[in-house]
């Protein structure tokens, strides 16, 4: 079954967790009007629906949730991805490192990733193709270097809506993970179109600390322009 928390409090009314109902009794819970009355009779789906609606349209980030009452979750989460042919279009990831080493000895073709919310431990070690992490609490400078030296990609999650990105595009961030997905692609335009001045003056100031130039980026980039008059 495909859904974020383990309890239906938030999305379905009912105060259980999901390992309590069986699917006959998940399949009568409106799981859709919590967020909008034009998603009124949806239902908890099966990973199987969620790939066949979704296939050739989006790529998948399955999460494996470990609560303790799962029954060969990865082997059938690897059985479904094979058997429907989704193996480039998805990544899988989870908070235990041990579900994901699962997953890798099943198929070592599939692309894993190690959910991280504080730096504890040394990530470097473990056999992940990409850290999924919460940026407040994770994202340094170091952070990004390192993983970067190490060949392993940066996903960053848990940010609002209206949270402003730039910095952590700045940094490098390989793949954001936001409620917002359209504004995300405009404020990545917009960079994408800055000339290469622009782009280099905020990839200086990320990554090499010069406390005595106290003034902010946009002030740069007004004191450049006015040097180079319409050069930029």
């Not at 239906?8 to 259980?16: A, E, I, K, N």
């Not at 431990?121 to 270097?145: A, C, Q």
């Not at 995300?184 to 406390?211: A, D």
């Amino acid at each position: 079954m495909v859904l974020h928390d383990a309890n239906l409090l938030h999305v379905g009314g009912v105060d259980r967790n999901i390992w309590d109902l069986n699917y006959s009794e998940l399949q009568e819970l409106d799981v859709g009007s919590s967020f909008s009355p034009e998603f009124a009779g949806e239902r908890v789906p099966t990973l199987e629906e969620t790939i066949d609606v979704t296939k050739g349209t989006i790529k998948l980030n399955i999460e494996l949730k470990i609560y303790g009452h799962q029954k060969h979750l990865e082997e059938e989460v690897v059985r479904l991805v094979e058997e429907k042919g989704i193996e480039d279009h998805c990544v899988i990831t989870s908070l235990d490192y041990n579900a994901l080493k699962e997953v890798r000895r099943l198929n070592q073709d599939l692309k894993i990733g190690m959910i991280i919310t504080y730096l504890i431990g040394e990530y470097s070690k473990l056999d992940v193709d990409f850290y999924s992490v919460e940026p407040h609490l994770v994202i340094t400078k170091k952070f990004m270097l390192d993983a970067h030296a190490d060949n392993k990609d940066v996903h960053i999650w848990s940010l609002s809506p209206g949270e402003d990105v730039s910095q952590y595009v700045d940094l490098g961030v390989d793949n954001i993970i936001n409620d917002d997905p359209v504004r995300v692609h405009e404020l990545l335009n917009e960079k994408q179109n800055r000339s290469k001045i622009e782009k280099v003056i905020p990839k200086f100031f990320t990554f090499v600390r010069v406390p005595e130039y106290s003034f902010g980026i946009e002030l740069i980039f007004s004191l450049v322009k006015r040097s180079f008059g319409g050069f930029i």
